[in-house]
């Protein structure tokens, strides 16, 4: 970093991807411990969500030996990149993403949660929670992140049989362990096994009912005070037929999606959040206007006004960019195969966040650390910037095979073996 101003490569750096920060690590300690700053940490991810760089994590339905695959949003071209066979921690159910990490565990009935980074491949095995009771029927959980402590936060629900009410415990992972919350007069267990928590504003959002009464409502969990919220659902939802309702997230607003008598899809947003009273029509999906699929999720609200649908048809699972002005959609990814994805696929955006565990999900050995790092030299990362990189293009994709087991050896010599390896005084979110 002799030749040029250190605020100036960062602001080169910053707006790569993490594949390519992970290498540039390698230069140096001094890189190392520049790349590794919490306050580099947060400025890359904020950029990534400001530039609408996501990427999308979609695994089977129901049948957790299958493929989990992993592919990236392009925004300047509106395009998908090819799925990437991915592996995670000894997971199956995913309960949610946050800032580039996702909680997961075993089986829906499992204390074993993990958090994990899919872009650096950390994870974190979390300890087990004490339980007052061993009867329950199952456990679920979400996740969270609350920024007026800086930290990280996994809610989780024991559901007992024949009973309608949840015992909570909240883990932290600055304290690394777990507490018990009070217990919730609601069942909570939502209508897909997994990712059909919400986060908006700070807080995660469920579907539940209370006690014997068959109606549903909202309850979210604020992540910034602990605290439990209720909302009604809307009546409209009795007067249009609404079934298989379900909430999601668009464009920061909290939303509702079902099915209605016509066979299409209706989605509804509150303008207002916690005012039942906004609720409003944002757009409408017949079977004509796609096809006949079984199952349809509104995914993102891209910046120019389209909406990213993932739906599953007889033939396969499909990504669609839907136009709300002119209702009309253009296909992105079809996958030619009978499994069913659409209910457990969620978007996610890649960061250098780290959980300090020190444990890592298949990385390559290192046969000589110090020949990796003297092959990542200024011109290749100036290159990098200039050429497509910044803007979401990953330049390392169009190297060959040979390149390609030299970058993952340099990815693997970036992330520290050793925590006393080079300064990490405070944590990263």
């Not at 899919?118 to 061993?134: C, G, M, N, W, Y």
């Amino acid at each position: 970093m002799t030749n040029l101003c250190q605020d100036i490569v960062l602001s080169i750096v910053f707006r790569l991807p993490v594949k390519s920060i992970l290498r540039f690590r390698c230069v140096s300690k001094n890189w190392c411990k520049l790349l590794k700053d919490p306050g580099f940490v947060k400025k890359h991810l904020n950029h990534a969500i400001e530039m609408n760089k996501f990427s999308l994590m979609i695994h089977p339905e129901g049948d957790f030996h299958k493929n989990t695959y992993t592919l990236a949003y392009d925004h300047s071209s509106s395009t998908l990149s090819n799925c990437v066979d991915i592996s995670y921690p000894r997971g199956g159910y995913f309960w949610g993403a946050c800032n580039g990490l996702i909680c997961l565990t075993t089986t829906c009935e499992s204390y074993m949660v993990f958090l994990w980074n899919p872009a650096t491949k950390e994870f974190k095995e979390l300890p087990v929670p004490i339980r007052s009771e061993d009867r329950f029927s199952y456990t679920y959980h979400g996740f969270g992140y609350d920024n007026k402590i800086d930290d990280f936060k996994v809610i989780s629900f024991l559901v007992f049989q024949e009973e309608p009410h949840c015992e909570v415990h909240l883990y932290t992972l600055k304290s690394n362990s777990w507490r018990k919350l009070e217990t919730i007069p609601y069942d909570t267990y939502p209508d897909q096994l997994d990712i059909a928590q919400v986060s908006v504003n700070g807080a995660m959002h469920w579907l539940a009912k209370t006690g014997s009464d068959t109606r549903k409502l909202i309850v979210s969990f604020d992540f910034k005070d602990d605290r439990f919220n209720m909302m009604p659902l809307p009546s409209f939802l009795a007067e249009y037929g609404l079934c298989g309702t379900n909430l999601c997230s668009l464009g920061g607003s909290l939303c509702l999606h079902g099915s209605t008598r016509c066979d299409g899809i209706d989605v509804w947003e509150m303008k207002e959040y916690g005012v039942t009273d906004s609720w409003t029509k944002l757009f409408s999906i017949n079977q004509e206007t796609i096809c006949r699929f079984s199952e349809l999720v509104p995914l993102l609200l891209v910046k120019n006004g389209e909406v990213l649908l993932g739906y599953d048809i007889d033939i396969g699972f499909h990504l669609d960019l839907y136009d709300l002005k002119r209702g009309n959609s253009i296909n992105l990814k079809a996958h030619a195969n009978r499994i069913e994805y659409a209910a457990t696929t969620f978007v996610y955006v890649e960061s250098l966040v780290t959980l300090n565990s020190g444990t890592y999900v298949e990385l390559p050995e290192i046969e000589d650390p110090k020949a990796n790092a003297r092959k990542i030299d200024l011109d290749s990362l100036t290159s990098s910037a200039h050429g497509g990189g910044v803007d979401g293009g990953d330049s390392e994709d169009d190297d060959d095979s040979e390149e390609e087991e030299e970058e993952e050896e340099e990815i693997a010599e970036g992330l520290p073996t050793s925590p006393k390896s080079v300064d990490e005084s405070t944590e990263t979110k």
